[in-house]
């Protein structure tokens, strides 16, 4: 495995006594050269695992494996080399490339922080990375301003893989873009990501996004996960009532099977991470919701096998729920 999260939590103070619950006991693995789509709304958590996992905020337990190795509490000193095997795309490329650097500035930075290329070589390098995420060399000499946004992001494709990574977690990398040059920034990761065979985890709250990216799915509600599976399976039969929810909220292509299709409109917002709801988190929105709901926490388990687990106590081996008929 490339990556292994093993029961993370990350509580955050918020004054006065108050905690936020942002992750809560999240365990997930990416094998070599997959791509995981980490799903959920705002507020879900899913950006504090990202960030657990490059190391960017510290977790308050569980431990993160990088290819083999427990990093979870190496000193930042002992981390700079591993950075060299981890990298991310943000999901604002404008605030994320410094503007008082050249693009090729930009591109070579990792290069020569990490000390692996000089000379003629760091250009080339540079040089050979810019055709491989589309941009013309010319560009090489701009600044970030005078680049557009989808531009600013292939920008940001060749920084984070310039060092050839063995991960990379990108943060909802193309919800700031135009919607019409969002679908060639992901055809453009998934070329990238079968080339280099980089493992991924791929955050976003769009679960269309990731359809035809990510090999895997874990599906997050406040803090914790409620459904894991291959990401047909998922979109084949989604078992959590949530994911079943985000799903039929997600349009499809095909007009008649648009009007057809049952929705679950799912009541009120994600409550706060503050004061997360006892028993399933997820029972103060969920249309299938029984007494047991309220008190019981459901484990995740996996009753069919393949891999695809879920978190719900009406998931049975014999049965499994439908949010959509509850409508
Ligand atoms: Fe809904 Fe209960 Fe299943 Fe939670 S455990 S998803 S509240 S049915």
Known sequence: MILRVDNLVKHYGAGRGAVVHAADGVSLEIAQG????????SGSGKSTVGKCVLRLTEPTSGTI?????????LSRRALRPLRRDVHMVFQDPYSSLNPRFTIEQIVAEPLRRHGVAKGGEVSRRVTAMMERVGLPRQMLARFPHELSGGQRQRVGLARALILEPKLVVADEPVSALDVSVQASVLNLITDLQRDMGFSCLFITHDLSVVRFLADRIAVMYLGEIVETGPTDQIFAEPRHPYTQALLSAAPVPDPVEQRQRRRVVLGGEIPSPL?????????TRCPLAQDVCRTAVPA????YGGRHTVACHLVTDEKIPDATAAH
Request: charged share 35%; glycine share 14%.
């Open 65 to 73: 494996e990088l290819d083999g190795r427990d990093i979870t509490h």
């Open 275 to 283: 004061d997360p709801p006892p028993g399933c988190r997820f029972h």
């Open 34 to 41: 997959e791509v995981l789509g980490l799903v959920g709304e």
């Open 300 to 303: 995740l388990r996996d009753p």
